[in-house]
């Protein structure tokens, strides 16, 4: 055992290759052609189906029944905006993770709290998306938006959307917004300034301390994952409520943060840097995937049992929208498959979480899987019957999500560099070098 | 039929002592009865070289025929036998059905699995108790019990002597009586 002690370097050190940066920044630019053509494909596919319809009053009526902005802007708007909140969410997991981990007093994740740790990096690229996103996108995006809608002189005037305007105003929406960033941000970097002092200074103090801050973040996570996940994705379908919404948002993201983390791990493993981490380090990251991937179904049934049986109608428009209508139901279907199915039946074994090929492909489904589940939750409110599956998705959504992949891996690999790979007076870390799950 | 059955117990001080002990043991080729100690000890199993149990894939087939048991009955109860349109969601509704067979699984996978661990085990109140070799494995020491008939091939004072020398503090004999 002394003799396995001493082989561990703990002064590992990460450096972000000029190869990496390349291939990364190669992934972005291909992201960025696949969407400039997916426009092209788009648009041309478009004409074609207005000319089968003759006229061109068809087509300038059929625009107008839409408002706001051209189908394609809309289209743009909304995948940067679903990608927006994919990688934001699975960024502000990596901080859920370190906290959870601090107040369960969690021993085994110390080897591993520097990728979380570094996901942080990126609240700060989801805190000036989202701001920029909303002042282009914003009426576009959220239909409530409409100042019409909540004058009772106007022929738009809704009722329904009207009862909700105390908390679906533009006024209360931009201070939740600014307040969820300020906050987040803040606790990651306090998070983060104890722990690289930690690693100057040793002692307990800054666990303690870090413990107390992770405790204060729980909170306002607890709060602030339901409310924003109501404020920028329950909010695009304003008529439409579901008090499990938040949860069904977080099980999703919180089950992609997982599987981000788990990749991350594996990757640096390969690498050769993490020597702490062994296959007992990866059974752990896998027996969460497996159960936050149950989770994520249980959340996602319950919702769509409850609507289903009582049937109310502006609760189950939600559905008659994704799955009755068949342009979504194969996103729906997918989902089921890729999350549940799969993940639950090839990890379930003990030896598949102990090997790094299953857990790689789980965990690369899992990413894709959720994806479809955010482009099943936001597409309809914005395109309406526009979002079909055609070969245009596999340029542009495809192609933008590739951009977001390429900026979101960029910056937490750079903030990887910004510390040693293992927290090295990390008090738990000794039991994390001793970790051994039967 | 033998009158008795007799052991050899090496006792020791120290859990990582027995540990290493336990290796060293079974690299002479002598085989181990059984290991006592007052708490678990970790590393033990795989020192001893025992092998993961087959429980999860008994509670696989368990959960997977509550499942099918749970599915197939309702829809043929629902569907066949005496159709109920219920909500007005049709005679088979599936959505309606899952919770139920949900539980259905996870109450066969439980019992299934709790029933089978206290069969193999030879867990259950009525059967014949552990034997208690040495009363201080409760206490303060780690205790290897060896038995004689599953080591032909060796000496009792070879094994003695291998005890020794893996580090046990005390080497005893213990002669079972029960199997008179």
């Known amino acids: 055992m002394a003799a396995v002690h001493q082989q561990l370097v703990l002064d590992e050190k990460y450096t972000f290759q000029s190869k990496t940066k390349t291939s990364l920044i190669i992934l972005i630019v291909v992201g960025l052609v696949l969407a400039g053509l997916g426009v092209v494909l788009a648009q041309s596919m478009s004409h074609g189906h207005e000319a089968a319809h003759g006229t061109e009053e068809v087509a300038k009526a059929a625009e107008h029944a839409h408002h706001g902005s051209p189908v394609i802007v809309k289209r743009i708007l909304k995948d940067l905006w679903q990608n927006n909140i994919f990688f934001g969410g699975i960024a502000l997991i990596g901080v859920f993770f370190l906290a959870f981990n601090y107040v369960a007093h969690a021993g085994w994740s110390a080897a591993i709290k520097r990728v979380p740790e570094a996901f942080g990096n990126y609240l700060f690229v989801y805190a000036g998306l989202t701001v920029v996103l909303l002042i282009v996108g914003g009426h576009d995006l959220f239909h409530w938006m409409d100042h019409d809608l909540f004058d009772p002189a106007s022929p738009k ?47 307990v103090n800054n666990y303690d301390r870090s413990i107390v801050i992770s405790a204060g973040f729980l909170i306002v996570f607890g709060v602030t994952s339901s409310t924003s996940a109501w404020d920028w994705v329950m909010s695009m ?93 194969p996103f729906f279907f997918a989902a089921f498959f890729i999350n549940f199915l799969f993940p639950f039946l090839a990890l379930m074994t003990r030896e598949a979480k102990r090997q790094m090929v299953f857990l790689e492909i789980v965990a690369v489904a899992i990413l894709i899987g959720h994806w479809l589940d955010f482009y099943n939750m936001m597409t309809p409110p914005v395109l309406h019957n526009d979002g079909a599956l055609d070969i245009s998705f596999f340029f542009l959504e495809v192609g933008i999500t590739m951009v977001f992949l390429g900026v979101f891996l960029f910056i937490v690999n750079t903030g990887l560099t910004k510390a040693g790979l293992i927290a090295k007076n990390h008090p738990m870390l000794e039991e994390s070098i001793h970790h051994h799950v039967y | 039929m033998k009158e008795h059955q007799d052991y050899i117990l090496g006792v020791y001080d120290d859990e990582d002592v027995l540990v290493e002990a336990v290796g060293k043991v079974r690299e002479a080729g002598v085989k181990i009865k059984e290991v006592f100690t007052p708490f678990p000890v970790h590393g033990l199993d795989t020192a001893l070289g025992y092998k993961y149990s087959n429980l999860p894939v008994a509670s696989f087939i368990y959960g997977a025929t509550g499942t099918i048991t749970a599915l197939s009955t309702m829809i043929w109860m629902l569907g066949f036998d005496w159709p109920q349109d219920i909500g007005g969601k049709g005679h088979i509704a599936l959505p309606d059905f899952i919770p139920i067979t949900f539980e259905f699984t996870v109450l066969l996978a439980a019992h299934g699995m709790v029933l089978t661990f206290l069969i193999v085990s030879n867990l259950f109140p009525w059967n014949y108790a552990p034997k208690m070799f040495d009363a201080r494995s409760t206490d303060d020491k780690f205790v290897m019990a060896i038995e004689l008939d599953s080591n032909s091939k060796m000496t009792a004072d070879a094994i003695r002597s291998v005890l020794r020398e893996s580090g046990a503090t005390e080497v005893n004999d213990f002669k079972d009586e029960a199997h008179k």
Do not use: C
């Not at chain 1, 943060?257 to 791990?265: H, N, Q, R």
């Open chain 1, 157 to 203: 005037f809704d009722e329904i959307i009207n009862s909700k305007s105390w908390y679906l105003n533009v006024g209360f929406f931009w201070g939740r917004t600014i307040g969820y960033f300020v906050l987040w941000i803040l606790f990651w970097w306090m998070l983060r300034q104890k722990s690289k002092q930690e690693d100057m200074i040793g002692g």
């Open chain 1, 237 to 329: 379908d304003p008529h439409f409520f579901s008090t499990m919404f938040g949860w069904y948002v977080f099980a999703s993201t919180f089950v992609s943060g997982l599987a981000m983390i788990t990749l991350f791990v594996l990757r640096l493993k390969k690498a050769g840097y993490l020597s702490l981490v062994n296959e007992n380090h990866l059974h752990d990251l896998g027996k969460f995937m497996f159960a936050f991937s149950i989770f994520w179904t249980y959340i996602w049934f319950e919702q769509f049992l409850l609507i289903y049986y009582a049937n109310i109608p502006e609760e189950s428009y939600y559905f008659v929208e994704r799955l009755l209508n068949s342009t979504y139901a």
